[in-house]
Nanobody
């Protein structure tokens, strides 16, 4: 049974930093690209960032590029999202997701999803 468990969310002020973690189990972690998505209230879920299975390649959305960093530790089966210079518009539920092929930013292709962790950024 595959499980993706996010952690690290919370309430922060604009300009602060936060690191999210997603611990995976039940899958061959280093065979999957891992991604972060987010969903704000009343909005559709959107792509944030993705990292290749070997950790060497990444893709970011325009909204977060330069402020967020995705990386992974295959020895711990964990993917991280380091968020800096947070803005109120970054407020959302953040989800990690797994997919076998790197480079996909659309939701339907993802095989596994976590339950999400809430990030709230106050102004």
């Amino acid at each position: 049974q595959v499980q993706l468990v996010e952690s690290g969310g919370g309430l922060v002020h604009a300009g602060d930093s936060l690191r999210l973690s997603c611990a995976a189990s039940g899958l061959t972690f280093d065979k999957y690209a891992m991604s972060w998505f987010r969903q704000a209230p009343w909005k559709e879920r959107e792509f944030v960032a993705t990292v290749h299975s070997d950790g060497e390649m990444t893709i970011y959305s325009v909204a977060v590029k330069g402020r967020f960093t995705i990386n992974r530790d295959n020895t711990k089966s964990t993917v991280y999202l380091q968020m800096t210079s947070l803005k109120p518009e970054d407020t959302a539920e953040y989800y990690c997701a797994a997919i076998r092929s790197f480079g996909t930013t659309t939701i339907p292709q993802y095989e596994y999803w976590g339950q999400g962790t809430q990030v709230t950024v106050s102004s």
